[in-house]
């Protein structure tokens, strides 16, 4: 996952400059042009959660994105290293995501958290989904035909907004920055005024050789439009991305049924 990409994505919505960014947290911009180019390491658990403070998204989220454990996690993991033997346990068990909603669920029950330490939940990307805007195993050969086709999809659920004047604005915001998030997944995103949160995905039937930050071909495309600003917004687009970086692309490949799709995410999404 190009954890840099992402980055520079949400700073660019949030209408920071890579300098006020930088200045906020404590850096160079030399240094976090390096990190959103995929040149640095990936900042540590402490920057990453003074990064996400000042983009508005939930630290954990964003480490979640670049696979960094949580500080919460590691703190917890040295006081009780019973814990630990625990978790392989689990891993050893390969328990899927809604055998481990059942452990949560269990847990919850058993061993409520203090709401004080429990974070908001973060928005799912299913919810605003439906089979019409599902499109899958599109044969094309340029990105910018997966956007007419979604676009398309989407305009049916915008009184008002023709597929034309979305495909405009889709491209607007690209130019602004990259919507290609890698792992083969690409995030074009739409604002209108007083509208829904929407989304269209979009599984390619062969992977399109375009410019992506990880060098890897982009192979799906989730489409987001909607009335929302400031931190809605970023958070949603950290989810998106936070799903790429645990193989949705790979995940919905073969895929050939909406409802298949729906399944899929909520194994990813249970444990948001």
């Known amino acids: 996952m190009h954890l840099g990409a992402t980055l520079r994505l949400l700073r660019v919505d949030a209408g920071l400059s890579l300098r006020d960014l930088a200045r906020r947290i404590g850096v160079s911009s030399a240094y976090l042009s390096r990190v959103e180019n995929g040149l640095d390491a990936v900042p540590t658990p402490e920057r990453l959660s003074a990064i996400a403070r000042e983009l508005g998204v939930p630290p954990t989220l964003l480490m979640d994105v670049s696979h960094r454990v949580n500080p919460f996690l590691a703190h917890y993991l040295e006081q009780e290293p019973g814990a630990g033997a625990l ?9 899927t995501g809604a055998q481990l909603a059942r452990v949560r669920e269990f847990l919850d029950a058993e061993f409520p958290v203090r709401a004080a330490r429990r974070e908001e939940p973060v928005p799912a990307l299913a919810p605003l989904l439906v089979p019409e ?12 035909d997966a956007l007419d086709v ?10 008002g907004v023709s597929a034309p004047r979305l495909v405009a604005e889709l491209t607007r915001r ?3 920055a990259s919507n290609r998030v890698g792992n083969g997944v690409a995030v074009p995103r739409a604002y209108l005024e007083h509208a829904e949160p929407l989304a269209a995905l979009v599984t390619l039937a062969r992977p399109l050789r375009t410019e992506t ?4 071909p ?22 998106v991305a936070r799903l790429a970086s645990h193989g949705l692309a790979e995940r919905l490949a073969e895929v050939e049924h909406p409802a298949q799709v729906f ?4 194994e990813l999404e249970t444990l948001r």
């Open 87 to 95: 978790f392989l346990d689990i891993a050893r068990r390969q328990l």
């Open 133 to 144: 805007r599902i499109v899958l195993r599109l044969t094309c050969t340029a990105v910018e």
């Open 150 to 159: 979604a676009a398309g999809r989407l305009a049916v659920a915008c009184p």
């Open 174 to 176: 690209e130019a602004e």
């Open 213 to 216: 930050p990880d060098d890897v």
């Open 218 to 239: 982009l192979r799906l495309l989730v489409v987001l439009v909607g009335g929302e600003r400031g931190r809605e917004a970023l958070v949603r687009l950290t989810h």
């Open 263 to 266: 399944e899929r995410l909520a």
